[in-house]
């Protein structure tokens, strides 16, 4: 009876080579699935200029509409020399626009 132990040698070269693909296989499909659950945890945030903006929008929806009618008769009456104005009324109002800009 011959026993052929070359071949033996080789089948167990086989399947030590096998197992490492598995192994190297399953590390990459690991690696692959990491990597799709990182990419599907997106964030988003809003730097402070875009929320500022956001308050400016609202601030101009809430805004008065123009009264097209206090405009015209103002126009009519500055033409007409009618329009009196007065100075420390004019100083208080630019002074408090001023102090609310900032």
Do not use: C, R, W
């Not at 009618?82 to 800009?101: G, H, Q, R, S, V």
């Amino acid at each position: 009876m011959v026993i052929n132990i070359n071949s033996l040698n080789t089948n167990n070269q086989v399947k030590h080579t096998q197992q490492q693909q598995v192994k190297q296989q399953s590390a990459q499909t690991a690696s692959n699935s990491a990597q799709v659950k990182s990419a599907g945890q997106d964030s988003v945030s809003i730097t402070p200029q875009a929320k500022q903006l956001n308050e400016l929008q609202k601030k101009a929806a809430d805004a008065p509409v123009i009264n097209q009618k206090k405009i015209d008769e103002l126009k009519k009456a500055i033409s007409a020399g009618d329009y009196k104005i007065n100075p420390e009324k004019l100083a208080a109002n630019i002074a408090n626009f001023e102090f609310n800009l900032i």
